[in-house]
C-alpha cells in the first residue's frame, strides 16, 4: 500500500511517494534531468530506442528556428508501434475497456485490435483513401474514434479529429481548412440520456462543400439517419468487403501524423500539425515516466478524444507502451453524481487523469460519493487542463486518494504535443498547486517583455527555449501565424507559450494561466487564475472564475462568479466577505468590483470553463456559438444575474 510523506519546504507543504513506489517506478534515477541537460541530443536519442523504426535515423536533430526536425531519415509507423509490436507478447491482453452512457461496454485485446484497425484501414483504402489525404473524424467517445485513427496512421492519411459535440458550422470550418474528402462520423451517440443525432449535424455542415467524396458512418446508435446515395457509407457494410491483411506503411519521421486545431485570438481554428516520429517518441516516454505506466494497470483519461489529452494520453501514449486504456462514453453525473467513482470500482481503474474542474466539481457535489465507492485501487492521480489550486489539489489527494496516490499535476499545451511540465512520480516532491518542474530535456524559462528572466516569486511569460520532439511543426495552410503566433516575440528561437507562470524560492513552477486571461486594473496586470484560486481557498467557494468587466476609471473591473458549497447560503454579507478574503490574500488591487453567486459556470462537456463566453457575459457583448456546452442554459442565467449587478 502506497503512502504520502508530509513533510516541510520553504512554506508550502509537500507530499513524496512513498519509498515502495519510488523504488519500483520506471524512472526513480534524479540524475536524469542532468543527464538530459548536458547530452540533450543523446538523451532523446535514447529514449527514442523505446519505439520501433522500420529504418533508424541519421540524424537526431535539424534546428533551423523556429523549424525543427527530428529522427531524420528514420522511417516508422504509429499504428504499428501502438498494436503490431505488442502482439507476439500481449496480444491476448485488454486494449481497451468501453463503456457506454447506457452502461454497455464492450473490450479489445490487442489482437482484436489490430483485426478491427486493418480492417478500418483497408475500409478507407476501398473508399479511396491515399497516403497523405487528410481525413476528418467526427466520432463520440467510442472505440471506433480510436480504430479509425489508428487506421489512419496506418495507411499514412493524416488524421483530423473533431470534437463530437462542436457545432455543424465548427465541423464545416474544419474540414474545409483541412481540406478533407473523406469524413468518417456514426449515425448518433447519447449524452445524458438525450439521443445526438450526429448524421445530421454530419450532413448539415458538409451541405455546402463540395469536394466530399465520402462519408464513412459507424453505427452506433441505431437511430434512422439519411444517406446520400453514392457519397454515404455503413463501415459494418464495407467491413464486409474488406480483410483484415493491411501491412502499415512506412512513414519518414516528419512526415504529418495528424492536425489538431485549437482556438486561436482571432477566432478561426489554427490547426497545429503534429509529425510521426517525434510526437511518438514524446507521447511514449512521458506516458510511460509520468504515469508509471505498468503492464497491470487500467489507465483512465477522462478526456475526449477530440482534443489533444485524447490522442497523446488516450490513443498514442498509452498503446504505444502497451497499457489497458478505459473509455468511457458519457457524462460523470449520468445517470447519478457518482458514475465515475461506480467506473473506477467496477474496473480496478489503478490510474486516473483528469481536469481541475471537474476535480472541483467533485468537490462541490460532496465526498460523500466517492466514500460509497472503494477506490482502492487507485495508486496515482493526475491532473490536467489548467493550473489547479491546492484546495482541490488536496480534496483530491485526500478523498480520491485516500492520502496514497501521488498526484502528477502537468502542464502542456495542444501545440507542445507532450507534457512539458510536471513531477515525475519515482523522484520528484510534490506541492499542492505547482506543475513542479519541466520533464527531463525540456528547457523552459520564465521571462519579462524584453525576454529577461524574472526574479523567483514574480509571474512572467512561460517560454521554451529549445526544440522538442512533438512540438508544432507548423499551422497548416498558415506559416505566417504560425511564426507570428509562437516565434516573434523574442526571436525565432524561443516558443512563447500564451501562459504565465513563477517560481517559487525552491525553483517549483507555478503556471498561472493564459496570458489574455489577464484582468489589467489601474495598470497592474493581474492573473486570473491567482484570483480565482483565492476565491476558492474559501471555505464557502466550490469553484470560481473571474473576467475583467471594461470600466472608464480603471480601465478594467474584476468580476467573479463563484459557486457555493453545497448548502451554503447565498448573501450580500458573503459577498463582502468574498471581496475581504481576495484582498487579504493578494491586496486591495484584487478586490473584485462584483460577485455573482452561480449554481454553475459554462463549461465545455469535457469540463472545461468556457472562457470567451463568461468574457462576454461580463462585458454584454455576443457571446458566439455555444452549442459546446454542456449546459448552455446557464448563459442566460448569468446575464440576468450580471444585469441585476449592475
Not at 66 to 87: E, T, V
Not at 595 to 611: E, H, Q, W, Y
Request: hydrophobic content about 40%; some cysteine; charged content about 25%.
Amino acid at each position: 500500500m502506497h503512502e504520502i510523506i508530509e513533510s516541510s519546504l520553504a512554506e508550502e507543504r509537500v507530499f513524496q511517494a512513498s519509498k515502495s513506489f519510488r523504488m519500483q517506478a520506471n524512472m526513480n534515477d534524479p540524475d536524469i534531468y542532468k543527464k538530459a541537460e548536458e547530452d540533450f541530443e543523446g538523451f532523446w536519442a535514447s529514449v527514442a530506442e523505446d519505439i520501433d523504426w522500420f529504418e533508424k535515423w541519421d540524424k537526431v536533430l535539424e534546428w533551423k528556428p523556429p523549424h525543427s526536425k527530428w529522427f531524420l531519415n528514420g522511417s516508422l509507423n504509429a499504428s504499428y508501434n501502438c498494436i503490431d509490436r505488442h502482439l507476439s507478447s500481449k496480444g491476448d491482453k485488454t486494449a481497451i475497456i468501453w463503456e457506454g452512457e447506457m452502461a454497455n461496454n464492450r473490450t479489445f485485446t490487442y489482437n482484436e485490435l489490430f483485426y478491427s484497425t486493418c480492417r478500418f484501414a483497408n475500409a478507407l483504402k476501398e473508399l479511396g483513401v491515399q497516403k497523405g489525404d487528410i481525413v476528418t473524424i467526427y466520432l463520440p467517445m467510442i472505440p471506433e474514434a480510436v480504430i479509425a485513427m489508428l487506421a489512419c496512421a496506418r495507411i499514412g492519411a493524416p488524421h483530423s479529429v473533431v470534437f463530437a459535440g462542436f457545432s455543424q458550422e465548427a465541423l464545416a470550418q474544419r474540414v474545409e481548412d483541412a481540406g478533407s474528402k473523406f469524413v468518417i462520423t456514426c449515425d448518433g451517440y447519447y449524452h445524458k440520456g438525450k439521443l445526438v443525432n450526429q448524421k445530421e449535424k454530419t450532413d448539415n455542415a458538409l451541405e455546402k462543400l463540395d469536394d466530399i467524396e465520402h462519408v464513412l458512418v459507424v453505427n452506433h446508435a441505431a437511430n434512422s439517419v439519411f444517406f446520400t446515395e453514392g457519397r454515404d457509407v455503413w463501415w459494418h457494410d464495407i467491413e464486409k468487403q474488406v480483410d483484415y491483411e493491411c501491412p502499415p506503411e512506412h512513414m519518414d519521421s516528419e512526415d504529418t501524423l495528424f492536425l489538431m486545431y485549437t482556438s486561436g485570438t482571432t477566432g478561426k481554428p489554427k490547426g497545429v500539425v503534429h509529425s510521426t516520429g517525434g510526437y511518438l517518441v514524446g507521447t511514449a516516454i512521458s506516458a510511460k515516466w509520468v504515469f508509471d505506466l505498468k503492464d497491470d494497470d487500467v489507465y483512465w483519461c477522462t478526456a475526449d478524444v477530440g482534443w489533444i489529452t485524447g490522442h497523446s494520453y488516450i490513443t498514442y501514449g498509452p498503446l504505444l507502451n502497451g497499457a489497458t486504456v478505459l473509455m468511457y462514453e458519457g457524462a460523470p453525473d449520468y445517470p447519478e453524481k457518482d458514475r465515475f467513482w461506480s467506473i473506477i470500482e467496477n474496473y480496478g481503474v489503478t490510474i486516473f487523469y483528469t481536469a481541475p474542474t471537474a476535480i472541483r466539481t467533485f468537490m462541490k457535489w460532496g465526498e460523500q460519493l466517492p466514500a460509497k465507492h472503494d477506490l482502492s485501487s487507485l495508486r496515482l492521480l493526475g491532473s490536467v487542463g489548467e493550473p489547479i489550486n491546492p484546495k482541490a489539489w488536496l480534496w483530491y489527494y485526500e478523498h480520491i486518494g485516500d492520502k496514497k496516490c501521488p498526484v502528477v499535476d502537468t502542464w502542456w499545451q495542444t501545440e507542445t504535443g507532450m507534457i512539458m511540465i510536471t513531477p515525475l512520480p519515482g523522484i520528484t516532491p510534490m506541492k499542492p498547486g505547482s506543475a513542479v518542474r519541466p520533464f527531463p530535456g525540456i528547457e523552459v524559462s520564465i521571462l519579462d517583455e524584453e525576454g529577461n528572466a524574472v526574479p523567483e516569486g514574480y509571474g512572467g511569460y512561460l517560454a521554451i527555449k529549445k526544440p522538442w520532439p512533438s512540438m508544432i511543426r507548423t499551422i497548416h495552410g498558415d506559416e505566417e501565424r504560425f511564426i507570428e503566433t509562437y516565434w516573434s516575440k523574442w526571436g525565432n528561437d524561443i516558443y512563447m507559450s500564451g501562459d504565465g507562470a513563477r517560481t517559487d524560492r525552491d525553483g517549483y513552477i507555478w503556471v498561472l494561466g493564459r496570458l489574455d486571461d489577464v484582468i489589467k486594473v489601474s495598470g497592474h496586470r493581474l492573473g486570473t487564475m491567482e484570483i480565482e484560486s483565492s476565491l476558492v481557498s474559501h471555505p464557502a467557494v466550490a469553484e470560481a472564475a473571474v473576467e475583467g468587466k471594461e470600466d472608464e476609471i480603471k480601465g478594467e473591473v474584476i468580476v467573479g462568479y463563484v459557486v457555493l458549497e453545497a448548502d451554503v447560503p447565498v448573501s450580500d454579507e458573503l459577498k463582502e466577505q468574498l471581496k475581504g478574503h481576495v484582498v487579504d490574500e493578494i491586496g486591495p488591487i484584487a478586490r473584485p468590483a462584483a460577485i455573482v453567486f452561480a449554481r454553475d459556470l459554462p463549461k465545455t462537456r469535457s469540463g472545461k470553463i468556457m472562457r470567451r463566453v463568461l468574457r462576454a457575459i461580463t462585458n454584454n457583448t455576443y457571446p458566439g456559438d455555444v452549442t459546446t456546452l454542456q449546459n448552455p442554459e446557464v448563459v442566460e442565467e448569468l446575464k440576468r444575474k450580471v444585469h441585476l449587478s449592475d
